[in-house]
T-cell receptor, first 116, second 113 residues
Framework: AQTVTQSQPEMSVQEAETVTLSCTYDTSESNYYLFWYKQPPSRQMILVIRQEAYKQQNATENRFSVNFQKAAKSFSLKISDSQLGDTAMYFCAFIDSNFGNEKLTFGTGTRLTIIP | EAQVTQNPRYLITVTGKKLTVTCSQN?????MSWYRQDPGLGLRQIYYSMNVEVTDKGDVPEGYKVSRKEKRNFPLILESPSPNQTSLYFC????????????FGSGTRLTVV
């Protein structure tokens, strides 16, 4: 079974700084997909970024980018120029490429606080 | 507006009293899923559905039932709720999770006393 580990339960950073959230996963599959979700205090789950394992290039969405290290099974999220609105829980998630599998497996989350 | 609608948003109930949390999506998604979120445990999948009349268990299905009689609706049923089912519940839907991830509802905070 696949597992997703987020080893930083909480982090805080000053506004405008850059912060990196860590995520590692365990799988025997060669192809899979990885996601980062954001959950602000409103508790809505918002998709931040998606990465396909067979793509070498790291995904980027505006101030959000990932560092995907397939051999190390690592998928970290970098937030540049952090803003107060980035304060949220962040969840890393994994799904393998097997047909019929629609189970997205989540990590335990990192609570990020942006300090004014 | 494209969305997943869950009701109720908050619910307090007593042990053993059957309840249903409704979920509806207006995006014509094939795939729907229920998750529960607990502190320190992240989100865990309860059940999922690949299409009408096709459902399967996730990681924590005990004590829950689902049905998918229509494409847009995927209710979660607790036949005899217990305090360990106190949690935040999310319904989610997708055209294909690998390519699009899930679109989530706004959550239902359930307390069983």
């Amino acid at each position: 079974a696949q597992t997703v580990t987020q080893s930083q339960p909480e982090m805080s950073v000053q506004e405008a700084e850059t912060v990196t959230l860590s995520c590692t996963y365990d799988t025997s599959e060669s192809n899979y997909y990885l996601f980062w979700y954001k959950q602000p205090p409103s508790r809505q789950m918002i998709l931040v970024i998606r990465q396909e394992a067979y793509k070498q290039q790291n995904a980027t969405e505006n101030r959000f980018s990932v560092n995907f290290q397939k051999a190390a099974k690592s998928f970290s999220l970098k937030i540049s120029d952090s803003q107060l609105g980035d304060t949220a829980m962040y969840f890393c998630a994994f799904i393998d490429s097997n047909f019929g599998n629609e189970k997205l497996t989540f990590g335990t989350g990192t609570r990020l606080t942006i300090i004014p | 507006e494209a969305q997943v609608t869950q009701n109720p948003r908050y619910l307090i109930t007593v042990t053993g009293k059957k309840l249903t949390v409704t979920c509806s999506q207006n995006m014509n998604h094939e795939y729907m899923s229920w998750y529960r979120q607990d502190p320190g445990l992240g989100l865990r999948q309860i059940y999922y559905s690949m299409n009408v009349e096709v459902t399967d268990k996730g990681d924590v299905p005990e004590g829950y039932k689902v049905s998918r009689k229509e494409k847009r609706n995927f209710p979660l049923i607790l036949e005899s709720p217990s305090p360990n089912q106190t949690s935040l519940y999310f319904c989610a839907s997708s055209f294909g999770v690998k390519n699009y991830g899930y679109t989530f509802g706004s959550g239902t905070r359930l307390t069983v006393v």
